[in-house]
């Protein structure tokens, strides 16, 4: 049961500002890019975007609306993906092996890492609390950011994602051949491997039209992609702690979103993220899998408004 709190949200029909997109210098020798919609008077509200994904992966029309509702909304590129910041270290493949199997190996950074950039992001742009959501990998970084700078969260959501504990939000098997095979260079190809992926993990209960999700892996490569970061990002995910225990300290209002059809992060994810967390609302959604589609737009922006609200003013 959730207790009632007057909103300081002034939901609006004009039509959102949308920022160019700008740079922010976060840490030595990191950047990275951003792009704002609605009012900056509005309430602040982060956008985290999951492995290998670039902030356009949340959709603008999907921002517009947020903006509409009365957030000021941020998109971003996390470092090792679209125009932010890219790291030099390489990663072997025994690193990569051995943190697949024991959690432990040297990484060239962090999921504290990834949340500190989301946190210095804020104070690039003079913003002391946001409400945060995260999607995937971003899940991990906005819980993350809420455990460690929990002054900083106004209100915390996390999307198909998981505590970090190794028993819950696995993968499905069948998606094994399709994580380790080999990637053929040049545009063409990443299209029609994304369009692979994407049909093996995107939501069978809301199907994306498949031009869309062709035209959104062009802009995706013309963005920019890094084979290497996503492995960098790849080994933050394998190596992060279980936040279990450390979830239970949080007092702000979460709310968790997990397909029941999610084949990329199993909805055991989900489901133990908003047991830890006290007073989460869970919302489970039929035929969801591992995306967020248009058609459940309203529902998503419906859902962190409410619990934006229970944040009060």
């Not at 509702?69 to 998109?75: D, L, T």
């Not at 470092?79 to 493949?93: F, K, P």
């Not at 051949?177 to 029609?192: E, F, H, N, S, T």
């Not at 055991?268 to 589609?293: K, V």
């Amino acid at each position: 049961m959730f207790t009632g709190a007057m909103s300081s949200r002034r939901p609006t029909t004009e039509a959102p500002a949308v920022s160019e997109e700008l740079f922010a210098p976060v840490a030595e020798q990191v950047e990275l890019c951003y792009q704002t919609f609605g009012d900056p008077d509005a309430e602040p509200l982060l956008l985290v975007m999951g492995l290998s994904g670039p902030m356009t992966w949340w959709d603008e029309a999907f921002c517009e609306q947020l903006a509409s509702a009365g957030f000021y909304a941020v998109r971003y590129d996390n470092r090792d993906t679209g125009r932010s910041s890219r790291y030099r270290s390489s990663v072997r493949g025994d690193q990569l092996v051995r943190a697949f199997l024991t959690g432990r190996a040297d990484a060239p950074y962090s999921m504290s890492d990834l949340a500190g950039d989301a946190v210095a992001l804020l104070d690039h742009l003079g913003i002391d609390s946001a409400h945060v959501v995260g999607v995937s990998m971003g899940g991990m970084i906005a819980q993350t950011v809420a455990l460690e700078h929990p002054s900083r969260v106004r209100s915390l959501t996390s999307i198909s994602s998981t505590t970090g504990r190794r028993t819950v939000g696995w993968q499905h098997p069948s998606l094994l051949p399709r994580l380790i095979a080999p990637r053929k260079a040049g545009r063409d190809a990443y299209v029609q491997s994304s369009l692979a992926m994407w049909s093996l993990i995107g939501s069978a209960g809301f199907p994306s039209d498949p031009d869309s999700l062709r035209t959104r892996a062009r802009d995706t490569f013309d963005r920019g992609i890094s084979a290497s970061g996503v492995v960098r990002q790849m080994l933050a995910i394998l190596t992060q702690p279980d936040r279990t225990a450390r979830l239970r300290s949080l007092r702000m209002p979460a709310l968790v979103i997990h397909g029941t059809a999610d084949k990329m992060v199993h909805v055991s994810g989900g489901r133990s993220t908003a047991a830890a967390i006290p007073g989460a609302e869970l919302l489970l959604i039929d035929g969801m899998g591992h995306d967020l589609p248009a058609k459940l737009f309203d529902t998503f922006v419906d859902a962190i408004a409410r619990t934006a609200d229970r944040a009060g003013g």
